[in-house]
């Protein structure tokens, strides 16, 4: 991929832990983050991750066997304890210890007993907090590494800080492995990230917008046309999540009757109304699915989810060549600081 003094200038000791060749690793983007780009991450020497938030266990099988035809590299799964019945959850975890995936990752409420469960399995766990209170409770639970995500963000954010506000404050506690997220799609953001000494970047919304992400092209179109203060931090998007759950997206027409108010809605009083389908499943207002390459129907009105990073997005290439210009651009800013 590189020349070996090109690779020395991004590898920390979390590309050893991860069996990475570079410390860019793929957010578990629910419906986004299928084998395809997972692999594709993979093989161009990323961390790559499954999002696989409230699948069904076929479904889990199913994506894990054909990202390990495509790729010989370790990956994670992501789930999300916290917005998972638990029935659901238990069998996902299950299924995947019986598959031996290798790492876990998890997000949103610290679950200690979750953690406990695959490490006895003998699982890596990363885990993506939002406060500096989460970093030292997942770090507690027998985490490895921790994901230190900003307000930045696209999709779900659980705190309020600025990525590399959070980071440095988590760092100066632990000796674990940090990564920083939220906001980031250049290699400029790699670079800041390893200056700090965190020990990579997780990224959603740069591979969201590349060829083999599972998003809808109209998702991608609206990401690469929109620019970081087209996003909004709102908690409209929240039917199958616990109440108050903010996400980051693109502004539309449902975020904008709010007029940028933050209301606390409750998903509870919500209306159930089908605006689009996948299959046979319908999609609601308001719900948190953000449209897939199956989706039909109103797709304006969906969670178009979206970080700040978004203005530095001009393209929809492969993940290969995004990830490959990321690392090349972090490689000779750090080389020019020698």
Not at 122 to 151: F, K, Y
Not at 164 to 183: C, R
Not at 254 to 265: A, I, P, S, W
């Amino acid at each position: 991929m590189t020349d070996s003094r090109g690779d020395a200038a991004l590898h920390t000791p979390l590309c050893d832990l991860l069996g990475c060749k570079v410390p860019i690793l793929l957010a578990g983007m629910g419906g986004v983050a299928r084998w395809e780009l997972a692999a594709a991450i993979a093989n161009a020497g990323g961390y790559a991750t499954l999002g696989m938030v409230r699948e069904a266990p076929s479904l889990i099988a199913a994506e894990v066997a054909a990202l390990r035809q495509a790729t010989d590299r370790r990956f994670a799964v992501n789930l999300i304890p916290a917005a998972t019945e638990q029935r659901l959850l238990d069998a996902q975890i299950d299924c995947c210890i019986d598959l031996d995936v290798p790492a876990f990752s998890f997000f949103w409420d610290v679950m200690p007993e979750v953690v406990a469960r695959v490490k006895r399995a003998g699982c890596l766990v990363l885990h993506q907090v939002g406060t500096l209170a989460a970093a030292r409770m997942a770090e507690a639970a027998g985490a490895d590494v921790i994901i230190a995500q900003g307000v930045e963000a696209g999709g779900h954010v659980h705190g309020r800080s600025p990525a590399f506000e959070l980071a440095e404050q988590i760092l100066a506690q632990t000796k674990l492995p940090v990564v920083v997220s939220g906001g980031i799609a250049t290699g400029e953001g790699l670079a800041a990230a390893l200056a700090i000494g965190a020990a990579g970047v997780l990224c959603g919304t740069a591979f969201l917008a590349t060829q083999e992400a599972f998003a809808h092209p109209y998702h991608k179109s609206r990401i690469v046309e929109a620019s970081g203060e087209d996003t909004v931090l709102t908690d409209v998007f929240v039917l199958n999540w616990p109440r108050g759950a903010a996400v980051r997206v693109i502004s539309n027409s449902v975020t904008e009757r709010l007029n940028g108010q933050y209301l606390g809605h409750d998903p509870d009083a919500l209306p159930r109304e089908t605006i689009a389908w996948d299959g046979d499943q319908a999609r609601l207002r308001y719900s948190t699915d953000s449209p897939l390459r199956t989706t039909a129907g109103d797709l304006e009105a969906m969670a178009l989810y979206a970080g700040r990073g978004t203005g530095a997005i001009h393209d929809i290439p492969t993940a290969a060549q995004r990830l490959a210009r990321m690392a090349a651009q972090a490689r000779n800013l750090l080389q020019g600081m020698v």
